[in-house]
């Protein structure tokens, strides 16, 4: 089954966008060959065909900022924040407010009387999109959209378009697809499709039908289906590698998006990684060796954290942030020029909590000091860092980060022990010991060599053992 011209179906099944005038009538497309893509385009591109401009176009946004009991310096830096966002998703701000409300509205959210205010404002800047800083439920978009007029897109929504933009491996954009047709299945009703009734029956009598609305649901379910089992071999395989490095010390960049910590980890491992100055511009696990000799430290860049990230995309991105979870060391990056550095260090402890690594050491960087026009106070760092160890630097500076570098691999291996074991020539085992210690002396015998190795102390210790049963 595909769709035809007209919005036709081969078969029988017709489709039809019933709030629209009849120029405005669009192909819906089904995704019968298994792809998302039309489906989100469907729910997307409504706001073209509002304005009748043509997809792929960028929109002209009114956004709303909105929050209750906030300082000025508080609301400044949310408003902020959403702009950046809806740049990093592509499109155009016309137009910007902030709203405040102790309590939402349960059926616009924003209020009848707020939101018809927003709406003027909205059309006095020629917006064609309204982007609402809040999390609304389906029932809340849609009265939102019938009062004002206007396409809406809620904070969420924002959020994974800018995923979806910056997804470029296969699990990244797995996970981001998933989260994405998550949230879209409760929403298909919003695109304001329907359908003909189906032949079926006895002697091809009609029988009840489905909506278009189900028909791209139950479409929907098939492929969230197909990807949860593509994400689940790809996590299998992710499992594997994180075993096979099992002797190596793990440090992680953890941090609130855009805290510079790709900036870092090309300083530290002279990589070249992509660092654009852009929220979530890494959402894959990337490691790299720190220690230049034996490389037997390896350091992890991850996704960013944000305030009210969506909880679907945390769940989605649960096994790439499985990398947080297995490090001995986890190093907090904090942009030290950022107005709201409180916030994004409390917002990146709670989410550590959420993947239930408290518990393991930390390290505070606070970087982009030389963005600072006076540095900040011993007192505050240590107060910010709840009183775990903390260096300030700039990761342009090559002798900052050689000196944090340093710091790391101690760090990393300030529990590794070191024992002098024989092996035999031949053995297998020395795969394994050069792969996951580092051999410091050897010394030839007549069966074998005498090596000193230095290492994590349970791997130590799982080699002497083997060692000693092979000298039985």
Not at 25 to 42: F, I, K, N, T, V
Not at 159 to 173: E, M, Y
Not at 264 to 289: C, H, I, K, Q, V
Request: charged share 25%.
């Amino acid at each position: 089954m595909r769709v035809g011209s007209e919005g036709r179906v081969e078969g029988e099944i017709v489709l039809q966008f019933h709030s629209k005038s009849i120029e405005e009538h669009e192909e819906a497309p089904l995704a019968d060959d298994g792809r998302w893509g039309s489906l989100l385009a469907a729910w997307s591109d409504r706001r073209e065909v509002r304005r009748g401009s043509g997809p792929g176009s960028s929109n002209a946004c009114y956004v709303v900022s909105v929050g209750a009991r906030r300082s000025a310096l508080e609301a400044e830096a949310q408003l902020a924040e959403i702009l950046g966002l809806v740049h990093a998703q592509g499109d155009e701000v016309v137009g910007h407010g902030t709203y405040e409300r102790k309590r939402p509205d349960p059926r616009t959210y924003l209020g009848r009387g707020a939101a018809e205010a927003i709406a003027e404002g909205a059309r006095a800047c020629g917006a064609d999109l309204l982007v609402v800083d809040a999390e609304l439920s389906p029932s809340q978009l849609r009265n939102l959209e019938d009062m004002t007029g206007f396409s809406v897109s809620d904070r969420e929504a924002v959020i994974l378009n800018v995923f979806h933009r910056n997804a470029k491996t296969q699990q990244a954009r797995i996970q981001v697809e998933i989260a994405h047709l998550e949230y879209l299945r409760p929403r298909i009703h919003g695109l304001g499709l329907d359908m003909d009734q189906q032949a079926g029956g006895v002697m091809s009598a009609r029988g009840p039908g489905e909506t278009a609305s189900e028909l791209l649901a139950r479409r929907l379910d098939g492929r969230l289906a197909e990807l949860r089992k593509a994400f689940s071999r790809l996590r299998r395989a992710g499992e594997t590698q994180r075993k096979g490095r099992d002797g190596c010390h793990r440090i992680v960049l953890v941090g609130y998006t855009n805290a510079g910590k790709t900036s870092l980890m090309n300083a530290l491992t002279e990589a070249e990684l992509s660092a654009r100055d852009a929220p979530f511009e890494t959402l894959d696990t990337t490691s790299r060796a720190l220690a230049r000799h034996g490389g037997d430290v390896l350091i992890s860049d991850t996704v960013g954290f944000i305030r009210r990230l969506p909880e679907r995309l945390l769940a989605s991105f649960q096994s790439t942030l499985a990398e947080i979870a297995e490090a001995s060391l986890v190093v907090v990056v904090v942009d030290a020029s950022d107005p709201e550095l409180e916030m994004h260090t409390s917002t990146t402890e709670a989410q550590l909590v959420t993947l239930g690594v408290e518990e393991t050491p930390r390290l505070y960087v606070y970087n982009k000091t030389d963005r600072l026009a006076a540095p900040l106070s011993q007192e505050r760092m240590l107060a910010l860092s709840g009183g775990r160890p903390f260096i300030a630097l700039s990761s342009r500076s090559p002798e900052a980060v050689a000196e944090l570098r340093s710091r790391l691999i101690a760090a990393a291996r300030s529990r590794d022990r070191s024992a002098r074991v024989f092996v035999p020539y031949g053995a297998a085992i020395f795969g394994e010991i050069y792969a996951q210690c580092r051999v410091s002396a050897e010394e030839a015998e007549d069966h074998g060599l005498s090596l000193t190795i230095e290492g994590e102390a349970h791997v130590v210790a799982r080699i002497e053992r083997a060692c000693g049963e092979l000298r039985r």
